[in-house]
Every structure is written in structure tokens, then in C-alpha cells.
């Protein structure tokens, strides 16, 4: 490629010219569509007899259904005709082989297609080619904790199973009445009987808690006394085709706020008898999940995580008492990884119930005793976790499930999928390729598809035999010839130890692509440090919005202007041991850094061409966060960063990512990982870049640091994009401008 030829010549020889940097961002799409072949994870149709999938082809992607049965391959649909009814749905053109959406699946039979554009529900109908964004009728939450009660709850009445009762609020109160009565004048109908008068405006009955028992003899509703509505207000300074600024306004709950409270009531339809369940088991909630009544009517539990994240339990009511009692409890030093939590009741009754936990120091699958909540038997054990419960078979008392870090002298994040008995025994591997698999199974369980891959590994498809995971069909087979001749290397991978000693860090590394071992090349860490996961890209894909290889494409481009560009996954990441995730508890000020600096100094030791002297660091969101606190707490290592849309203090940010690994109620911890209340400390140069509408991050968090600095008499650049969103920097909006002053920056900078 003449292009690239003329960029690398640029990068080494003398400092890169904005042409230069035009022709590197160009990489995506003069790379991408050289792939052929290169299959996505599979979606089974709902009966079982097909599965779907995209792949790459001349020109973008091709979305393909395949017959169980037949193995016939043939198109899940005309994507001329979905292509032309989106243009028009969103107003911007969209191309046939580059369909805005990686996977869909089919609604009932295979005449309608659900996908996910970006924040959006979608559903097309495949007889007319009939488009419509899908809108939740629910009411919104701000983070899932506190009601926007300027929107109207869901109300429409919940039928009882047995079809002759309806339930609904009324005046915040509960009601049942006759099924099919017709709504009139105030009370909705003279057969309807009020079963509670304790509701109130500030403490409501929520209709969309409703949860009825399959005898319908009870119900279940939460009664919720709102928590604070906290709004950050944001101005659109330039708003497109109007000359005056606009105002918007966001539900927004930060770290300490007062969120809703759920109480739980029981209702005895039969009898209009109501029991308060005792709070006993439940107090100071961040979560209650909606209420699950078990298959024999009677009992109903619901899922409870107290707030700071200390335990986390299933509590199960007595339908005929009210009594409550915990089935299973979790209780943490540190946390309750929240998100990864994983419960499955046995046969729908509450004797027995599946469970993940860390109590080892490993995610592990436990079988519990769901009336006294202990123990009955270990499922899995070792130095490795378990990732996904995939399918639990309560008639075979089989589960299958995906881990990672079984597999000694293998990259530990690699996802791996098995099989195992209730009783910990018949452990049985199903992928054994040594690379990063994503298995899809049928719904019968009868087949899968697994989708592998390395950063070094195009994708390999295959349908498999779930019995004896016999190969029945090749799928596809990614095709990166025409890539290779265009210049594309695959990432490095590179493992040093962390500040233990022990431990294994494991990262990437992306050369230019004429890297010349003789000269010196000074280093850039792309870092995102999340507690929440790790993000070292494992998978092939390395060209945009999937397993991380966004990541990929941009470290290559910036690495072409005479960069060696890193990832790494320190410690305080997910995906390995509970230590090693806790190092990242009231600490998030460290970001691994200890281990990243090891792992830094280690490839310097092998490799002389590594400047460890000149080493940048950029980062977005949590990883606009670390890369601030490199330049406050490790400015003797790294010299220069680019921050952007960064939660640089944790109180001004959202309140369920934060509370969660700093806990609550806010404390000291908050303050020692604030780039507003550390400030003073920075040294090196710093770009802070913010997008002025962000939605995810207060972009307040921005100006507060650059306040702070200020006043700290601290030099700095500073970006703020009109109308941009959290994605600044990043996936979407004007990435070419930004990315593009990010590289000038660094070459500025380091260079």
C-alpha cells in the first residue's frame, strides 16, 4: 500500500506530518473489509432447527442463517431492503454490507428480527420490511436506584395465571378486580377491592413490582418510599440548526445520595389479608430484584444486595406466614462483585439452589441447601474461575458453563466451556483449541456453535455434536491473506510478574509496522483499569467495536507515526483471582500501576528499542481516570497523558459503578483517588479531553480538575467537543478530529 509505505517512511525518518496522521486513522477502513470469512458468535432460532451469524465478505459483512438439520447455507435476509428502511428510519445512509448492528435474533418464527443499535431496541419484520425502534414501557431509573417519577409508572393490570384477576395501583394503593372490567370513572370498578390503604405519593405501591403467585392465591408488590432525585444539568452550547444554547436535564444519583426504598408486602388475594415482610434479612438495600415465586406457589424469593456491597443473599418468603429466612448468603471482607452474581433454584422449588461464589478467593459453582443455606456440595474447585453459567439441566443435574485459567501454560484469560455433574464430578472439556472461544448452544442443548480465536487467529466457526462434541461442520474460516499483504501484524503478547513476584501480568504490544530494532521508539500505554473487567483484547477481531479491537486498529495507527503502543490488564481487574481483583477495593487510585511499571521495565530489559524514559499514557472514562492519577501519583514514570471523559473524582460520578468498588458510605477513599483533591501533585503534560454532553460521566468531573489545576498553577490542554457524549475519543462522534489531537499530542510530546 503505497499510503502506508509513505506513512511509516514519515514516522521514522522525521517527526509525522498531519498528513501523516491522516493516513493512519485511514487504517480501519482501508483494513477491515480485507478480511473474508471471519465469523461472528452464533444466535439459534427459537425452535432449535437453525442459527444465524455475520461474517465478513467483499465489502462489509454478510449476515448468514444455517439449517441444523440439512447444514444448508443460505441469507438470514435481504439486507438491500433492511438497508433502504433504516436509511430512512435514521435519516443517514446506511450501506447493505455494513448494516448498523453485529447480531440479531429471531422474534417467534423467523418473519421478525430483534437487534440492538447502540442504546436501541429494534424489530423488523421480514414479510414487509417494516421497521420500529422498540420503546420500554417502564418507568426509567436513574442507575437502576432511584424512580423518575416525572414518568408514569407502567400500569396496565397484571392477569393472575388463572386468568380471572387483574392487579393495578390505584390513588398508590393496590388493587385487584375482575379480569376484563372496564376502566371508567374513579374507582376504576365497583368489583374491585382494595387490598392495601397504606400507599401514599411518598410511599407508593409500584405496579411494575407486581409479581402473582401460579395459584394466583398471593401476590407480591414492592411499596417504595423515593430517594433523592438528583439532576446535573448540562448546556448545549451550540445546538444544531438553532443559534441560542439549550438546557438539558439527566436523573443522575452520585455516591452517597438517598435512594429508593423497597419494601416488600405480601398480599393474600383470598382472604384481603397483608403482611409487611420483616426487613430483618434485607436492611439498607441497594438492590431487591423482582420478586420470583417457586413453582409450587408457596414461597416467593427475590434477590437482595445491601448497599456498600458487603453481602449479597436470596431471601425467600413463606406464601402462607410471611416469614422470611435467607436461602443463600454471600458475605465479602471486601465486596460482592455484583455483576457477576449467578443463582439458579433447582427444579423451581427453593430445596436447592445453584450458586456462585468467591468465598475461596476463586469464582467457583456451589450447590446449596436452600432451606437452611448451606453448603450441600462443591461443584467446581481450583486455581480458576468460572466466567458464565451457561445452562443448568435440573432433570439431568448437569450444568455447562464457561472458565477461564484451567489450562496451565495458557493465557489465562482464554474462555474455555465445559461440562459438569451436581456433584463436582464428570468435568468435561468441550473446546479444547488453545485460543478464546464463544460458545452458542441450541436450545435442546443437542448442538453448539463455537467461535474461536487469538489476537494472532482469525475466527474459526464450527457446529459441534453436544453429546460427544463431534465435529459436524467447519461454519466458517477467517481469511487474512489479502490483510497480511497490506502490511497488518498481529499484536505481541507479553507477560511480566506483578509487584508480588508471582503473579503473571499479561499485555500486548504494537509496533510500527517498519520497527527497526536499531533505533529507540518511546512508548504509549492505552490503559482502561476498570475493576469491573479486564480488557486486554484476547479475541481476533482487531478493527473496531468488538472484544476490545477498537483497541487494536488505534494503537496500530498511532504506533505507525514511531511509537511502541501497549496494553496491559494489572492488578485490580477482573477475570483472575478475588485478590487480585481486590486490589482495586477504596484503591482506585492504583490502577496497577505497580504492576504496570514492572511489566513496562521488563520489555525494556529485552528490548533495548523501548525508551522507557519517554513513556505516554491515554485512557477513557475510568481509563481518563487512570491516566490522570499516572501523571499525579507515577509522574516520575509517565511524562505525558491524554485523559478523556474521565470520572476523575468518584463522588461526582455515577452511583452504582462507584459505590460499588469504593463502598458506603463515602469515605476517605473517595478523596485519595480525586484528581480535584490531588491536583497540585501533577507533573508531566496532560490533555484533558471532554465530550460537553456526556451522559455516562458528569462532564463537571472535567472542569473541576481543570479548576483545581488552575489554581494549583498547573499547565495543561483542554478540549471540550460542543454537543459530544461520553464517546469522545473513542467509538462514535468526531473521532478523526480527536484522535487525530491526541496524536499530535504525543508526538509533541514524546517525540
Known sequence: MAGGAALISAAVGAT???????????????????????????????????????????????????????????????????????????????????????????????????FWMGEDGWRCTLTDYVC????????????????????????????????????????????????????????????????????????????????????????????????????????????????????????????????DQEQPVLFDVA?????????????????????????????????????????????????????????????????????????HDVDGLGNEIVWASERDGWNHLYLIDGRSGKVKKRITSGAWVVREVVKVDDRKRQIWFAASGMNPGEDPYFRHYYRIDFDGRNLTPLTPERADHSVSFSPDMAFYVDTYSRVDLPNVSELHRTSDGALVQTIAKGDISRLTAAGFRAPEVFTAKARDGKTDIWGLVVRPRDYDPAKKYPVIENIYAGPHDSFVPKSFWPFGYHSGGDKVIGM????????????????????????????????????????????????????????????????????????????????????????????????????????????????????????????????????????????????ASTMQVADALIKAEKDFDLLVVPGGEHSVGRSSGPIDYVTRRLSEFFVRSLQ
Open 16 to 114: 509525522p506530518t498531519r498528513e501523516d496522521i491522516a493516513r493512519s486513522l485511514s487504517l480501519r477502513e482501508s483494513w477491515q473489509y480485507l478480511t473474508r470469512d471471519v465469523a461472528w458468535p452464533a444466535h439459534w432460532t427459537p425452535d432449535g432447527k437453525a442459527f444465524s451469524y455475520r461474517k465478513t465478505v467483499e465489502g462489509g459483512f454478510a449476515f448468514e442463517t444455517v439449517d441444523a438439520g440439512t447444514l444448508a447455507h443460505s441469507p438470514a435476509f435481504d439486507q438491500q431492503r433492511l438497508a433502504s428502511v433504516l436509511t430512512e428510519a435514521l435519516g443517514r445512509p446506511v450501506a447493505p454490507l455494513r448494516l448498523p448492528f453485529e447480531a440479531f435474533d429471531y422474534a417467534g418464527d423467523r418473519q421478525t428480527i430483534q
Open 556 to 699: 496500530q495507527a498511532l504506533a505507525d507515526l514511531g511509537f511502541i503502543v501497549v496494553q496491559i490488564d494489572g492488578m485490580g481487574t477482573a477475570n483472575r483471582s478475588k485478590a487480585f481483583q481486590d486490589v482495586a477495593w477504596k484503591n482506585l487510585q492504583d490502577s496497577g500501576f505497580p504492576d504496570r511499571i514492572l511489566w513496562h521495565k521488563a520489555l525494556a530489559a529485552r528490548d533495548p528499542a523501548y525508551d522507557i524514559g519517554r513513556v505516554g499514557i491515554y485512557g477513557a472514562s475510568a481509563g481518563g481516570q487512570s491516566t490522570l492519577n499516572a501523571l499525579l501519583f507515577h509522574g516520575d514514570f509517565y511524562k505525558a497523558g491524554v485523559a478523556m471523559a474521565g470520572c476523575y473524582d468518584n463522588r461526582m460520578d455515577k452511583i452504582s459503578w462507584n459505590e460499588q468498588w469504593l463502598g458506603w458510605p463515602v469515605d476517605k477513599s473517595y478523596a485519595d483517588a480525586s484528581g480535584v483533591d490531588n491536583a497540585a501533585r501533577l507533573q508531566g503534560k496532560l490533555f484533558m479531553i471532554v465530550g460537553e454532553q456526556d451522559s455516562n460521566v458528569d462532564p
Open 271 to 343: 382472604e384481603k389479608r397483608q403482611t409487611i415482610v420483616d426487613a430483618a434479612l434485607f436492611p439498607n438495600a441497594y438492590e431487591l430484584s423482582v420478586p420470583r415465586w417457586r413453582a409450587d406457589g408457596r414461597s416467593v424469593e427475590f434477590d437482595y444486595v445491601r448497599r456498600g456491597f458487603g453481602q449479597a443473599r436470596i431471601v425467600s418468603v413463606d406464601a402462607a406466614s410471611g416469614a422470611a429466612h435467607a436461602a443463600v448468603t454471600e458475605d465479602a471482607k471486601t465486596f460482592v462483585y455484583a455483576d457477576r452474581r449467578f443463582s
Open 132 to 259: 420500529a425502534k422498540q420503546e420500554d414501557p417502564r418507568r426509567p431509573r436513574g442507575f437502576g436506584v432511584v424512580r423518575d417519577l416525572s414518568v408514569p409508572a407502567d400500569n396496565h393490570p397484571r392477569l393472575s395465571p388463572d386468568g380471572k384477576w387483574e392487579a393495578l395501583v390505584e390513588d398508590d394503593n393496590l388493587i385487584v378486580r375482575p379480569a376484563g372490567s372496564t376502566p371508567g370513572s374513579r374507582p376504576i370498578s365497583k368489583q374491585a377491592m382494595r387490598l392495601s390503604t397504606d400507599g401514599s405519593s411518598g410511599n407508593f405501591y409500584d405496579p411494575e413490582t407486581i409479581a402473582w403467585s401460579p395459584d394466583s392465591r398471593h401476590l407480591m408488590i414492592y411499596r417504595v418510599r423515593p430517594g433523592y432525585a438528583r439532576k446535573v444539568l448540562r448546556v448545549e452550547a451550540a445546538p444544531e440548526g438553532k443559534g441560542q444554547p439549550g438546557l438539558r436535564t439527566q436523573l443522575y444519583p452520585k455516591p452517597g445520595d438517598a435512594i
